[in-house]
């Protein structure tokens, strides 16, 4: 049997919600909730943090191999999905971002959205790992409770469906993060990729443990104090799958990176996609909703 390890998550600020009646708030300031019985509609409610518990995540197998996940439990010791059960929104503009790649590695890690507890675990094609084939130079997960819907046709790109999975960030602060990890992140931008007809959006993201965190809240900010980077991660997520014989990716909205409004839309609209999704209101397919 393999080994099982428990470690504490490095961040120790996911926060849970209770449900209070009141108006809808603005995109930049509406709130989410731990998810703890049937979903209601978002414009019947609002939420406030209340405390901070620990997430634990547990190691089970080795590292790069088939069997490896990692697996989340709150502080009670039950087990939760990093996909449905964290929350998304902290409020004041900030949400929790879910580390599935740490940044200059190479193992394709990503939430199994169809096992349940959705741990994370590393990609696998034709039974085989996958690897990208160089490093991924930030940090790279999901927004929790998102999900872009395969059966709804964006219009302002092109057209494009979504690409049944939750909404990707890219966190371009100097630290690099762990598999699993929970950090507070504010987006600063938005990348409309177009990856074999689907579209798969890059939330460009910065954690608020960056010292250079308070320095950039917007995608001008961006190319001011990190220049070169929304060039550079457009051209990796363009190119990456190249070496293996298949064309380049693309990019919506004139090949440019949104604004922040835009990428906290992005995150508005997918998010009323997942909670329609675990409402049950759109099929779930092989998703776990647990």
């Known amino acids: 049997m393999a080994a099982a390890r428990v470690m504490v998550s490095a961040s120790n600020n996911v926060t849970t919600s209770l449900l209070s009646k009141g108006p809808l708030r603005k995109p930049n300031s509406f709130s989410l909730c731990f998810r703890n019985g049937p979903v209601q509609k978002r414009r019947l409610f609002t939420c406030s943090a209340i405390y901070n518990p620990q997430i634990q995540t547990k190691e089970e197998g080795q590292l790069e191999t088939l069997d490896y ?63 990208y084939p160089y490093n991924i130079h930030w940090n790279y997960g999901l927004l929790p409770q998102t999900w872009e819907d395969p059966s709804f046709a964006n219009s302002e790109v092109e057209g494009a469906f979504g690409d049944n999975d939750p909404v990707d960030v890219v966190e371009i602060g100097d630290s690099r993060g762990k598999i699993g990890q929970v950090l507070k992140v504010k987006p600063l931008a938005a ?35 990190f220049p070169g980077t929304l060039t550079a991660i457009r051209d990796w997520f363009r190119d990456y799958k190249i070496p293996d014989g298949k064309p380049a990716n693309r990019f919506a909205l004139d090949n440019k990176p949104a604004n922040k409004d835009y990428a906290l839309k992005v995150i508005m609209e997918t998010n009323e996609s997942w909670a329609k999704l675990v409402k049950r209101s759109i099929s779930a397919g092989e998703l776990s909703l647990v």
């Open 191 to 225: 990348l409309a990729m177009i990856d074999e007809g689907e579209l798969d959006w890059k939330i460009v993201a910065i954690s608020l443990d960056d010292p250079r965190a308070s320095l950039v809240n917007d995608v001008d900010d961006v190319e001011k104090h």
């Open 69 to 131: 996940r990692v697996f989340f439990s709150d502080n009670s010791g039950k087990k939760i999905s990093p996909w449905h059960d964290i929350p998304l929104h902290l409020g004041d503009g900030v949400f929790n971002f879910v580390v599935e790649i740490p940044k200059e590695s190479s193992a394709k890690m990503e939430v199994a959205t169809d096992e349940q507890y959705t741990p994370i675990k590393q990609d696998t094609k034709k039974g085989k790992l996958r690897y």
